[in-house]
Each structure stands twice: as C-alpha cells, then as structure tokens.
C-alpha cells in the first residue's frame, strides 16, 4: 500500500523560506510524476510544480523564480523549496505521485505566510 508523508510546512513571515518533503513509502511502481498542489481556503487545488523522472519541471506562473521542486529517485522523495514566500502562497500544500496507471495524493501540511 503506497503511503506518503509530507512533512516541512508551518507558520512563515513574508520573504521567508519553507521546504517540503514527501516521502512515498510501499511503492510497487515506477514513479513518473511527482508533484505539489496547493489548496488555498475557499478554493479549488491548484498545481504548483511537477517533475518528471527525467528531471523536467513545470511550474504556476505564481511562483516561478521563487519555488523550486527537486526529487531523490533513491528514496522516491520528492521536495519543494519556498523562497520569497508571500501571504498569497497560504494553503494547503498536498504532493501527488504516480504514473500513467497510478495517481496517489499526499494529506497535506498547512503553509500559512503572515504579512
């Protein structure tokens, strides 16, 4: 059973920097995408940043320049960097992992950015 852990979110002064973990754990499959979404209150889940296994990113135009989204294969671990973090970035911040035949969500860890 595929389980993932996000861990790295909390309370952060405007400017500051957050980084994200998720650990996927019971993995069967070979994982393609990786990724983080964000859900803000009141509001629909929103991609973030993706990367492939080849390396490619993509990114929301709201936070190119200032996230930068990373994996480690070896440990299925994937990473979001949160620089220049701005009170609009307040959500809750869920990973995604999978393939063409497999689609799993993390739970989520609160980012909340104070003015």
């Known amino acids: 059973q595929v389980h993932l852990v996000e861990s790295g979110g909390g309370l952060v002064q405007a400017g500051g920097s957050l980084r994200l973990s998720c650990e996927a754990s019971g993995v069967g499959f070979s994982i393609n995408r990786m990724g983080w979404y964000g859900q803000a209150p009141g509001k629909q889940r929103e991609l973030v940043a993706t990367?492939?296994?080849?390396?490619?990113?993509n990114y929301a135009d709201s936070v190119k320049g200032r996230f930068t989204i990373s994996r480690d294969n070896g440990k299925n671990t994937v990473y979001l960097q949160m620089n220049s973090l701005k009170p609009e970035d307040t959500a809750v911040y869920y990973c995604?992992?999978?393939?063409?035949?497999?689609?799993?969500w993390g739970q989520g860890t609160q980012v909340t950015v104070s003015s």
């Open positions: 995604r992992v999978g393939n063409l035949y497999y689609d799993y």
């Open positions: 990367i492939t296994s080849g390396g490619n990113t």
